[in-house]
């Protein structure tokens, strides 16, 4: 859960500073942050949909306050 960071807020690229590393890493495209994850889930669709991301939004939220 350490890079989560990196998936919620969907950046492409990751400093490494405060792992005390300095670089840049830029993460490739076919990587799937959290709005790419969102979208694929709103492309399926379903009968429950808005339910779903409702859920998936207030875990990310609890995640976020610890």
């Known amino acids: 859960m350490?890079?989560?960071?990196?998936?919620?807020?969907s950046k492409k690229e990751?400093?490494?500073?405060?792992?005390?590393?300095?670089?840049?890493?830029?993460l490739n495209s076919n990587v799937v942050l959290y709005k790419d994850f969102i979208n694929n889930i709103?492309?399926?669709?379903?009968?429950?949909?808005?339910?779903?991301l409702i859920n998936i939004g207030k875990i990310v939220q609890e995640y976020l306050k610890i």
Not at 2 to 9: G, L, P, W
Not at 14 to 26: D, E, M, P, R, T
């Open 42 to 52: 709103k492309n399926k669709g379903g009968n429950d949909l808005d339910n779903y």
């Open 14 to 26: 990751v400093n490494l500073k405060k792992y005390g590393i300095n670089k840049i890493l830029f």
């Open 2 to 9: 350490e890079f989560f960071d990196v998936f919620q807020n």
